[in-house]
């Protein structure tokens, strides 16, 4: 029982941290869904602001305090990445128009240890997609839409 637990701890290990760094992956990209849905719904510029690991949404409150704006640690539990980096144009700001079109199209790449997620904005039309790749090979897509 101690070997299986030996040998199987590792890979049990490896798929957490793959889970996280895809969960977190999913977390940005509905974000980013919301702002750019509430662009549409109120017809009113909405923008999405990423500083290192952390981002915000503008007009949207904290689910935690209503007093607060709705900001996103990625280093903090439950996601624990090593990074998040967002590249939109040269700039860490996605901001969507009154009718939901991006300022510019770009991604977030999330990574912990091995693990990587990109969650790309398409310029033209803001739809978002989730890809998820390891350094020892292989990249899927996750998400779409």
Same mark, same amino acid.
């Given at each position: 029982?101690?070997?299986?637990?030996?040998?199987?701890?590792?890979?049990?290990?490896?798929?957490?941290?793959?889970?996280?760094?895809?969960?977190?992956?999913?977390?940005?990209?509905?974000?980013?869904?919301?702002?750019?849905?509430?662009?549409?719904?109120?017809?009113?510029?909405? /923008?999405?602001?990423?500083?290192?690991?952390?981002?915000?949404?503008?007009?949207?409150?904290?689910?935690?305090?209503?007093?607060?704006?709705?900001?996103?640690?990625?280093?903090?539990?439950?996601?624990?990445?090593?990074?998040?980096?967002?590249?939109?144009?040269?700039?860490?700001?996605?901001?969507?128009?009154?009718?939901?079109?991006? /300022?510019?199209?770009?991604?977030?790449?999330?990574?912990?240890?091995?693990?990587?997620?990109?969650?790309?904005?398409?310029?033209?039309?803001?739809?978002?997609?989730?890809?998820?790749?390891?350094?020892?090979?292989?990249?899927?897509?996750?998400?779409?839409?």
């Amino acid at each position: 029982m101690g070997i299986f637990a030996a040998v199987s701890a590792p890979a049990f290990l490896d798929s957490l941290l793959f889970h996280r760094v895809e969960t977190a992956a999913r977390r940005v990209k509905a974000d980013i869904d919301q702002a750019r849905g509430r662009a549409r719904l109120t017809s009113t510029a909405q /923008s999405v602001t990423f500083s290192g690991s952390t981002y915000t949404l503008s007009g949207a409150k904290s689910l935690d305090n209503p007093n607060n704006v709705y900001s996103i640690n990625l280093q903090k539990t439950p996601f624990s990445l090593d990074s998040a980096a967002a590249n939109f144009n040269s700039a860490q700001v996605l901001s969507f128009d009154g009718y939901g079109t991006p /300022s510019s199209g770009g991604t977030v790449v999330l990574t912990a240890k091995s693990h990587q997620c990109t969650v790309t904005v398409n310029a033209v039309t803001g739809a978002t997609t989730v890809t998820s790749s390891h350094t020892n090979g292989g990249t899927a897509q996750v998400t779409g839409g």
